[in-house]
């Protein structure tokens, strides 16, 4: 299997900036998509961004312009480079790993929490 460990979270200061990353380990198949999901409480889990193996990425609306993803395969590693912070984007950041073609496939990190104050 595959286990993907998130860090970089935190309280900041709106307006300010986070880099979240996430290492993934263990039978990693690729081709894959990579990405960032969030949870705030009592609403539903999100899309935030993905990056493909061919570095193809997808932004949700809400973050597009303000976030951006990036993948190191030499570290099995994803990042999320979040920047204008607002409260909106408080939530359990959550780390992915889907195998191309195989949805079902698909992997799940612990979350780390983000704090953005007013």
């Known amino acids: 299997q595959v286990q993907l460990v998130e860090s970089g979270g935190g309280l900041v200061q709106a307006g300010g900036s986070l880099r979240l990353s996430c290492a993934a380990s263990g039978s990693i198949s690729r081709p894959n998509t990579m990405g960032w999901y969030r949870q705030a409480p009592g609403k539903q889990r999100e899309l935030v961004a993905t990056?493909?193996?061919?570095?193809?990425?997808n932004y949700a609306d809400s973050v597009q312009g303000r976030f951006t993803i990036s993948r190191d395969d030499a570290k099995n590693t994803v990042y999320l480079q979040m920047n204008s912070l607002q409260p909106a984007d408080t939530a359990v950041y959550y780390c992915s790993l889907t195998r191309s073609f195989f949805p079902a496939y698909s992997y799940w990190g612990q979350g780390t929490q983000v704090t953005v104050s007013s």
């Open positions: 990056i493909s193996s061919g570095g193809s990425t």
